[in-house]
């Protein structure tokens, strides 16, 4: 469930016309529902209530500070992959024993702060990064709550740029390496390991890949239990996939039926790591067109979104719902099925101002007629948008908003020109 609706052929963000957003606030300009947000934080809560679970909300999905002091209000937690999204949620008021630390390349001054701030347990992905860990507490005179990340080479059948569970990836360890370190690190003084981690892929739209990984995952806390590691938490990451077309991916509950028994059998409290699933579909882009253009048998729609807004379609070549924000009298809004012909639409590529070729939101997509000055929305812009932006072109960021209700709240300004050449040290007089 979102609460992107059409009313009286109008686009709304909950109470509020995205038109409104769009003349008051120019675009490109990204919208998020914040009722949307906590609806799917309540059913991540209770899918798994059994499990006593912590939602690290996955902060890389998205950054904003408006999104997290959402989430951190709600009662749920982080996981974050630098210094900086740390610092991040710590500016939103999210606290730091209810954040994970992840990812492959952390450094000693981050692992330093991590260690001040108190944060939950790091997601450990290396030998060298355990002793990193071990060393730098030790320098702190602490000792480091960490979790090892088991790679348990499943497969999700997910985009490969997004599938990180396969034994080839380069994340985590494989769980005859995540055993042998495990072993060693019964004589480490500086960490305690109370959790074991398993992230297995994003987009993941089947429970089979995540039955898998339970299976294996309940077996390994089974091994370091037995050498004396005090494993509290089943960390299960993150990657439900959520309906990019409609339809296509599982609801919470049919993945937490499979997941719940399996690590209910360990006694642990359940932590997960959900980023698209919570802000996904809570977001979408907002653009105008510029120009129409024909090119032989194509017709371009040149609107002023581009790869630097949203970058999936032209990284993955993902797809997003792209309808107009006001739609004519008759027309479905947005229709269920964008295969195959629309009555009433032409056929349109959707792209930006970027000078490369691979700039465009959409390919061939059925849309009404539509003209200069019209104002399109871009659907599941929420969740890896507006964080993946770049100035590329020279192209001030878009504005952020947050809508509740019938409240739109300015959560990020647009960029202006002077934000992009301001950290630029050469003299030019
Ligand atoms: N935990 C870990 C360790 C992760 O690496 C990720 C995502 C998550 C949690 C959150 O996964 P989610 O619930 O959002 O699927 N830019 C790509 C997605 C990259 C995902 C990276 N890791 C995209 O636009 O599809």
């Given at each position: 469930?979102?609460?992107?609706?059409y009313r009286n052929h109008e686009l709304?963000?909950?109470?509020?016309?995205?038109?409104?957003?769009?003349?008051?606030?120019?675009?490109?300009?990204?919208?998020?529902?914040?009722?949307?947000?906590?609806?799917?934080?309540?059913?991540?809560?209770?899918?798994?209530?059994?499990?006593?679970?912590?939602?690290?909300?996955?902060?890389?999905?998205?950054?904003?500070?408006?999104?997290?002091?959402?989430?951190?209000?709600?009662?749920?937690?982080?996981?974050?992959?630098?210094?900086?999204?740390?610092?991040?949620?710590?500016?939103?008021?999210?606290?730091?024993?209810?954040?994970?630390?992840?990812?492959?390349?952390?450094?000693?001054?981050?692992?330093?702060?991590?260690?001040?701030?108190?944060?939950?347990?790091?997601?450990?992905?290396?030998?060298?990064?355990?002793?990193?860990?071990?060393?730098?507490?030790?320098?702190?005179?602490?000792?480091?709550?960490?979790?090892?990340?088991?790679?348990?080479?499943?497969?999700?059948?997910?985009?490969?740029?997004?599938?990180?569970?396969?034994?080839?990836?380069?994340?985590?360890?494989?769980?005859?390496?995540?055993?042998?370190?495990?072993?060693?690190?019964?004589?480490?003084?500086?960490?305690?390991?109370?959790?074991?981690?398993?992230?297995?892929?994003?987009?993941?739209?089947?429970?089979?890949?995540?039955?898998?990984?339970?299976?294996?995952?309940?077996?390994?806390?089974?091994?370091?239990?037995?050498?004396?590691?005090?494993?509290?938490?089943?960390?299960?990451?993150?990657?439900?996939?959520?309906?990019?077309?409609?339809?296509?991916?599982?609801?919470?509950?049919?993945?937490?039926?499979?997941?719940?028994?399996?690590?209910?059998?360990?006694?642990?409290?359940?932590?997960?790591?959900?980023?698209?699933?919570?802000?996904?579909?809570?977001?979408?882009?907002?653009?105008?067109?510029?120009?129409?253009?024909?090119?032989?048998?194509?017709?371009?729609?040149?609107?002023?979104?581009?790869?630097?807004?949203?970058?999936?379609?032209?990284?993955?070549?993902?797809?997003?719902?792209?309808w107009p924000v006001h739609v004519a009298e008759g027309l479905a809004c947005p229709p269920e099925n964008?295969?195959?012909e629309i009555p009433g639409t032409e056929?349109?590529?959707?792209?930006?101002?970027?000078?490369?070729?691979?700039?465009?939101?959409?390919?061939?997509?059925h849309l009404p007629r539509l003209?200069?000055?019209d104002?399109?929305?871009?659907?599941?812009?929420?969740?890896?948008?507006?964080?993946?932006?770049?100035?590329?072109?020279?192209?001030?960021?878009?504005?952020?908003?947050?809508?509740?209700?019938?409240?739109?709240?300015?959560?990020?300004?647009?960029?202006?020109?002077?934000?992009?050449?301001?950290?630029?040290?050469?003299?030019?007089?």
């Amino acid at each position: 469930m979102d609460h992107f609706n059409y009313r009286n052929h109008e686009l709304y963000c909950e109470d509020v016309r995205v038109a409104d957003l769009a003349a008051r606030y120019g675009t490109p300009l990204y919208i998020y529902s914040k009722a949307t947000i906590t609806h799917h934080l309540d059913t991540l809560n209770k899918a798994f209530k059994t499990l006593n679970p912590l939602v690290c909300y996955s902060v890389k999905a998205n950054s904003n500070l408006g999104i997290l002091k959402v989430v951190g209000e709600h009662g749920d937690g982080f996981d974050v992959v630098s210094g900086g999204e740390l610092g991040r949620v710590l500016k939103a008021g999210g606290t730091a024993d209810r954040t994970v630390f992840a990812g492959v390349g952390k450094t000693d001054p981050e692992i330093a702060a991590a260690i001040q701030a108190g944060v939950l347990m790091f997601n450990v992905e290396s030998e060298e990064e355990l002793a990193a860990i071990n060393r730098v507490a030790e320098s702190l005179g602490k000792v480091a709550p960490v979790a090892l990340r088991v790679n348990p080479d499943v497969d999700p059948k997910t985009h490969r740029y997004i599938s990180t569970g396969k034994k080839e990836s380069k994340f985590g360890m494989d769980i005859d390496r995540s055993l042998r370190l495990a072993q060693e690190a019964v004589h480490m003084k500086h960490i305690t390991m109370i959790g074991m981690h398993m992230h297995i892929g994003s987009q993941i739209t089947t429970v089979e890949p995540y039955g898998h990984a339970a299976e294996k995952g309940v077996e390994i806390i089974g091994q370091l239990r037995a050498m004396g590691h005090p494993i509290k938490w089943y960390n299960m990451g993150g990657g439900f996939g959520i309906a990019y077309r409609g339809g296509e991916a599982k609801a919470i509950k049919a993945f937490a039926e499979v997941i719940v028994p399996k690590v209910a059998t360990t006694g642990c409290r359940l932590a997960m790591e959900p980023g698209r699933v919570v802000v996904g579909n809570a977001g979408i882009l907002v653009s105008q067109v510029i120009f129409t253009k024909k090119s032989g048998d194509k017709r371009f729609l040149i609107q002023d979104a581009a790869m630097n807004d949203l970058i999936r379609p032209s990284l993955y070549e993902a797809f997003h719902r792209i309808w107009p924000v006001h739609v004519a009298e008759g027309l479905a809004c947005p229709p269920e099925n964008y295969e195959s012909e629309i009555p009433g639409t032409e056929t349109w590529d959707i792209v930006g101002p970027v000078c490369e070729s691979g700039d465009f939101l959409a390919k061939d997509r059925h849309l009404p007629r539509l003209a200069t000055g019209d104002l399109l929305a871009t659907f599941s812009a929420g969740a890896y948008g507006m964080v993946m932006a770049s100035n590329y072109n020279t192209r001030p960021r878009a504005a952020e908003i947050l809508v509740s209700g019938d409240k739109a709240q300015l959560v990020r300004r647009r960029e202006t020109f002077e934000d992009l050449v301001g950290p630029e040290l050469i003299a030019l007089d």
